[in-house]
């Protein structure tokens, strides 16, 4: 009974740590492709998020640049998930990054 526990508890642990690594590198991963597609780095937005996710432990999944968002950047990345429910896959994570909205001006 406490082995089943143990197990379980474990497995916990790797599939949240896994989604927490998870939705940090997709942070830092869209974060640096926006820098780039604003030209406020170099490279090309979605290579630049590939390479900061691959060293935070991620694979990029997918990036996208919205036509409609300038210097914004979407990206997906996974982790595998480690530990007794390694089965269950990967972990995902989701993140958008672009420039500081515009402040309306009310007043004047």
Do not use: Y
């Not at 916990?12 to 406020?40: E, F, K, P, Y």
């Not at 630049?48 to 935070?56: D, E, I, K, T």
């Amino acid at each position: 009974m406490l082995l089943v526990l143990g197990l379980t508890v474990a497995g916990l642990v790797g599939i949240v740590s896994a989604n927490h690594r998870a939705a940090t590198a997709a942070d830092l991963a869209a974060l640096a492709g926006a820098d780039a597609a604003r030209g406020l780095s170099s490279g090309q937005p979605c290579t630049v998020a590939a390479a900061v996710a691959g060293r935070n432990g991620a694979s990029l999944a997918g990036c996208a640049l919205p036509s409609e968002l300038s210097g914004t950047v979407d990206v997906r990345v996974t982790i595998p998930i480690e530990g007794p429910f390694a089965f269950l896959g990967s972990a995902e994570g989701l993140s958008r990054a672009g420039p500081p909205a515009v402040p309306v001006n009310k007043g004047s």
